[in-house]
């Protein structure tokens, strides 16, 4: 490779460098085995955001996943008590959605369904990554830092669901 300056007085420098590098092909990554049990099955993602839903959702039926979207809680408590518990994976609860409480609304949802605890992962942004270092508020049953990575959403998915979500029948 090679390495270089130019620099002008008055005018400022340029640094360069070039790094020869052997044409590869992309390495696809191995996908991660999602259970069979989670395929086609609803998850419903609530985030105010449609990008952040959007985004989820594409990560989600990579992994036949059958994705839920909504914006708003009044939503979510409607999709909530209308779906089959033991089809439903779970919520994936955005921590910053206006004038609620997440951890109150996470209490309420799992009330909806007392004989199966509803698995409620808790969403985090960016800004509020230091709460991803405390412990996860009751109610929640996972925490996530978004913008989400396919193979970080499988493994909170798997290890909040637990046996029992992940042998119910559609």
């Keep these: 490779g090679n390495i270089g300056v130019r620099s002008t007085v008055g005018e400022g ?7 020869p590098q052997k044409a590869t ?9 999602v259970p069979e049990a989670m395929h086609n099955r609803p998850l419903l993602i609530v985030d105010e955001h449609a990008t952040t839903r959007e985004q989820i959702s594409g990560l989600c ?22 779906t089959s518990k033991p089809s439903l994976l779970g919520v994936l609860l955005s921590s910053s959605l206006p004038q609620v409480q997440p951890e109150e609304f996470a209490l309420e949802l799992r009330k909806q369904s007392p004989s ?16 991803s270092s405390k412990p996860i508020p009751s109610g929640f049953s ?16 798997v290890e909040s669901l637990g046996s029992r979500n992940l042998t119910s029948a559609t």
């Design 13 to 19: 420098s340029t640094f360069w460098f070039t790094v």
């Design 25 to 33: 092909e992309a390495l696809a990554s191995e996908p991660e085995m």
């Design 61 to 82: 039926k990579q992994m036949g996943i059958h994705p839920v979207l909504c914006a708003d809680t009044q939503t979510a408590r409607e999709l909530v008590a209308s």
């Design 116 to 131: 199966q605890p509803l698995p409620i992962i808790r969403l985090l942004n960016l800004k509020n990554v230091a709460e």
């Design 142 to 157: 996972g925490q996530l830092i978004k913008p989400l990575r396919a193979h970080r959403l499988l493994r909170v998915l």
